[in-house]
């Protein structure tokens, strides 16, 4: 079964400070992957997506992703943040054997200190 | 734009009541989905449909149906609410070929009292 792996639920960073959350999958079959985004009393938006092509994704809000096969991550990166980049992010990876379903990482909250 | 609406955005339902949650979309996606997000939990998926009067279960079921009687429309029901789902909802819809990429409501802030 596929599953995906958010270390640390809390994340604090400075504003003008690098974001970095790191997202690691487990996969038999090369997967798609995703990071979403949740604003307070949101549903989840796409950031952006991985599905085959260049490793390295580029998304809204001027984030970005790095898909790195050999170490089965798909970490998400911004260079400076913003104080309207607090939210929640998730991680997700779905595969074409698994019923169309969508396997998500627990999620990281997000705060920005000014 | 795709758009998935889902009927109310916070509701507040007695102990043993019947609730119904309503999702719409109108990008003619085969898949939709309900989960429950809930702190420290992440999102845990109770039920999904590949097709009309189609359903599979999720990972957490119990205490919950749905209905899915035309392609638009996906309704998850709680037969008798408990205050253990007090809970946020939130329902998705995907197409069903590759990269099965979903598409999110708003969700409904349910409580239980």
């Known amino acids: 079964a596929q599953s995906v792996t958010q270390l640390g639920s809390h994340v604090s960073v400075s504003e003008g400070a690098l974001v970095l959350l790191r997202c690691n999958y487990s996969s038999s079959v090369p997967p798609y992957l995703f990071w979403y985004v949740q604003y307070p009393n949101q549903g989840l938006q796409l950031l952006l997506k991985y599905t085959t092509g260049a490793t390295l994704v580029k998304g809204i809000n001027g984030f970005e992703a790095e898909f790195k096969k050999s170490e089965t991550s798909f970490h998400l990166t911004k260079p400076s943040a913003h104080m309207s980049d607090a939210a929640e992010y998730f991680c997700a990876v779905s595969v074409p054997t698994w019923n169309n379903r969508l396997a998500f990482g627990k999620g990281n909250q997000v705060v920005v200190i000014p | 734009d795709v758009k998935v609406t889902q009927s109310s955005r916070y509701l507040v339902k007695r102990t043993g009541e019947k609730v119904f949650l309503e999702c719409v979309q109108d990008m003619d996606h085969e898949n939709m989905f309900w989960y429950r997000q809930d702190p420290g939990l992440g999102l845990r998926l109770i039920y999904f449909?590949?097709?009309?009067?189609?359903?599979e279960k999720g990972d957490i079921p119990e205490g919950y149906s749905v209905s899915r009687e035309k392609k638009e429309r996906f309704s998850l029901i709680l037969e008798s609410a408990s205050t253990n789902q007090t809970s946020m909802y939130l329902c998705?819809?995907?197409?069903?070929?590759?990269?099965?990429?979903?598409?999110f409501g708003p969700g409904t802030r349910l409580t239980v009292t």
């Open positions: 449909s590949y097709d009309v009067k189609m359903k």
């Open positions: 998705a819809s995907s197409l069903a070929q590759p990269p099965y990429e979903q598409y």
